[in-house]
């Protein structure tokens, strides 16, 4: 038996404590372990759904996707074709007025080209001169053929035949043997000629004369 009662006493006290410590911590750890309030058992919360993300991502490109067309259409039916046509339209004009200016060019230059390729030929033959300074034993024989190239050019040198040979033996007797053994002598006395003949003729109807014979005796 124990020989204080207050010891005795105490010691039941402490036992019974004992117990009731025990109690509240287990009712800690399962009032730990009990879910949440409001919610049920093994419900977790639920993320936001991944889909809503996405579509907020390729919302732009597919409004881009959709509204690229319509703008090409705008910007070809009421910008690019517009300006296209005023291209077109300008470059007709300027075609057409190249054309024009070239047809008019052409057919100046083709009716120039015509006449130039127009060759009429007369010869004067057989001129006998007396040669300059030689006390007339000396002579000179030539032979010459006038070109022109006008369609009357024929009868223009038919016309003035006398007066022309009357101008070429003048020009050919005033030249001495030293004339006549000159170099380019011949150039000279072509020359001398197309001259006379032009002024007597009253314009430059002659544009050529070649000299086929040219024989001192």
Known sequence: MPSNPLESSRGSREETKAPENGKSSRAGREEAKAPEKGKPAGEEATPPPANSGRFKTWLPLAVAVVTMPALAYATTHF??????????????????????????????????????KLK??????????????????????????????????????????????????????????SDLEKPGARNVIRAELMTVFNNALGGPLVQEIYITELAIQ
């Open 79 to 116: 910008v690019l074709l517009p300006k296209l046509e005023r291209g077109l339209a300008q470059a007709k004009t300027g075609a057409a007025q190249e054309t024009t200016a070239e047809s008019g060019t052409g057919a100046k230059s083709g009716g120039k080209a015509a006449s130039d």
């Open 120 to 177: 009429v030929t007369v010869s004067l033959n057989k001129m006998l001169v007396n040669v300059a300074g030689t006390m007339g034993t000396r002579y000179l024989m030539t032979s010459v053929t006038l070109v022109g190239n006008t369609p009357d050019f024929t009868s223009k040198i038919d016309e003035n035949m006398d007066q022309l040979k009357d101008l070429a033996t003048g020009t050919l007797s005033s030249k001495t043997i």
